[in-house]
């Protein structure tokens, strides 16, 4: 007697809703117009900052700035932390998404250049 074939089995589908990916990215460029758009400003108070005292007014303006940006880079690692927990659900369903993978890289990306950004800052000012 010949061997059955096994049946067809159904295909692999994502547990993630793609609009949930699209809404993620969107937020992730959101918070990266938002971040690029006061960058600028930051720099100019980071270097106005340099080398003056601790209380100097320079140096809290600058201040602010950062923690400015720091508040819009932590929208970034929000998204970012979102796409995570989709990726481990993937993971855990057997159903990794290629989508949420190339997000999370994207995202990753941004996030490390706005921590780049804020170091170069404090580096600029001086501690």
């Known amino acids: 007697m010949p061997a059955a074939t096994p049946a067809p ?3 692999t589908r994502s547990p993630t809703a793609p609009g949930r990916i699209a809404a993620l990215r969107q937020q992730g460029a959101t918070a990266a117009r938002a971040f690029a ?5 930051a720099a100019r108070l980071a270097r106005a900052a340099a080398g003056q005292p601790f209380e100097s007014e320079a140096r809290a303006a600058a201040l602010v700035a950062i923690a400015d940006l720091d508040s819009r ?4 690692a929000s998204a970012l932390a979102a796409l995570d927990r989709l990726a481990a659900e993937a993971a855990t369903a057997l159903s990794p998404d290629p989508g949420v993978e190339d997000a999370q890289r994207d995202l990753a990306a941004q996030l490390a250049r706005q921590d780049a950004a804020i170091a170069r800052l404090w580096e600029v000012m001086g501690t």
Do not use: L
Request: aromatic content about 0%; proline content about 8%.
């Open 9 to 11: 089995t159904a295909p």
């Open 37 to 41: 758009a006061r960058e600028d400003e």
């Open 73 to 76: 880079r932590a929208a970034t």
